[in-house]
């Protein structure tokens, strides 16, 4: 399978801890993006990292990409219960017009 | 807030039915998207417009019909449903076509029943 595959499949944290979750993907790309989906609501893009990128950061996410892995983590510092969600990676595939999800990951925030 | 809007949110419809699903943008893009997601899953591919022209059908059953009218507006005719039909349909668009690196942004969903 081309799509990004995600671990962990379900991560549960208190307040205030950092979340981590990876994905892995097997062919070659143009970029990774993730995504937020709140429960039963549409996906929010979080940060777009291109294949000649390392790292991103937008406020409390940090995104790293290792292209010779063929891997890449979304660290979310200090989580709130408001970050309760799944969070999907999707990849752009440098040939063809396509764009495909890994599985996702649930991560629950506990207060 | 997304800048993707799709009507309706919720929709029954019976498997002899014929119904739409909506979806419209004002952002410019020229590349729009038809996703469907079932629970607990990653939202699948179904169909692409480039130029408001089919650029990606991911073998979809013909009992779905995308259309684009214009740059702005997207619909899904939908037509002979099955209750396994039934899923969350998402609607995207994106500046250009994928292959580009732009953002792909969503619109809030359409959740289909079909009974």
């Known amino acids: 399978s081309q799509q990004g595959e995600e671990d962990p499949q379900a991560l549960s944290i208190q307040e205030g801890e950092n979340a981590t979750m990876n994905c892995s993907y097997k062919?070659?790309?143009?970029?990774l993006q993730w995504y937020r989906q709140n429960s039963g609501r549409g996906l929010v893009h979080l940060i777009l990292?291109?294949?000649?990128?390392r790292e991103k950061h937008s406020g409390r996410l940090r995104v790293t990409l290792d292209t010779s892995k063929k891997s890449s983590s979304l660290l979310i510092t200090a989580s709130r219960a408001a970050d309760t969600a799944s969070y999907f990676c999707a990849i752009e595939l440098s040939y063809g017009q396509n764009f495909v999800f890994g599985p996702g990951t649930r991560l629950s925030v506990l207060p | 807030d997304t800048e993707v809007t799709q009507t309706p949110k919720h929709l029954v419809m019976g498997m002899t039915n014929k119904k739409s699903l909506k979806c419209e943008q004002h952002m410019g893009h020229r590349a729009m998207y038809w996703y469907k997601q079932k629970a607990k899953k990653p939202p699948e591919l179904m169909f692409v417009?480039?130029?408001?022209?089919?650029?990606i059908n991911e073998s979809v059953p013909s009992r779905f019909s995308p259309e684009c009218p214009n740059s702005s507006l997207l619909n899904l005719h939908l037509h002979a449903l099955q209750p396994e039909d039934s899923a969350l349909y998402l609607c995207?668009?994106?500046?250009?076509?994928?292959?580009?690196?732009?953002?792909?942004?969503f619109g809030e969903g359409s959740w289909l029943t079909v009974v």
């Open positions: 990292i291109r294949s000649n990128e």
């Open positions: 417009y480039s130029y408001e022209k089919l650029s």
């Open positions: 995207a668009s994106s500046q250009l076509p994928p292959g580009g690196g732009h953002t792909i942004y």
């Open positions: 062919t070659s790309i143009n970029n």
